[in-house]
């Protein structure tokens, strides 16, 4: 581990000598991911990407991608673009990136099974607001606002997030 990582524990997400509270998936911390399970995978995940909300907030980094009106997710196994952000229309399964809620307002994009991804084995492990303490997600880590507003200027090429083998159970 660096100082530049994220990293979950027992007491808080340990980042920059800040240790924040988090949600983890609704399934929890897993070992063998699969799509639509709700885990949250053990493992280093790179921070590949960022997305927000123009129309909501200010660009957070300079790195920072706008969501647009049509912009997806997919999370169909069967189709070859599987684990990335897709364009509407769309003729598989994928996930609405502008969403009525400000769940994604922000969104770190992860490594996890990128850019060459294994059909079912997970899609969409971002790092995004939560929907409040104890609530989990479908398997990203959730962050307060005012947090995940104040990790995105701080990451760097080397930032990673770390989900230890020791949180499964």
């Known amino acids: 581990m660096t100082a530049e990582d994220m990293v979950l524990t027992p007491s808080g997400l340990r980042f920059w000598g800040a240790n924040l509270p988090f949600s983890v998936g609704r399934g929890g911390i897993v070992r063998d991911k699969r799509e639509g399970d709700g885990g ?12 927000y909300r ?11 991608v706008p969501i647009g009106p049509g912009d997806l997710w997919s999370d169909d196994p069967t189709r070859p673009d599987y ?16 969403r009525g809620d400000p769940l994604y307002d922000i ?16 899609s969409a492990i971002f790092i995004h607001q939560w929907r409040g ?30 989900v230890p083998e020791r949180l499964v159970g």
């Open 40 to 51: 949250t995978p053990v493992g280093v995940h790179r921070i590949v990407g960022c997305l």
């Open 83 to 98: 684990n990335t952000m897709v364009r509407a229309p769309y003729g598989g399964s994928a996930e609405r990136l502008r």
């Open 133 to 162: 303490p104890g609530r989990p997600t479908e398997g990203c880590v959730g962050l307060r606002p005012d947090h995940l507003r104040w990790i995105v200027p701080r990451i760097s090429y080397e930032t990673r997030l770390i």
């Open 54 to 64: 123009p129309d909501r907030l200010a660009r957070p980094c300079d790195w920072a």
């Open 107 to 122: 969104v770190l994009i992860t490594d996890w099974n990128w850019p060459d991804a294994e059909s079912r084995r997970g």
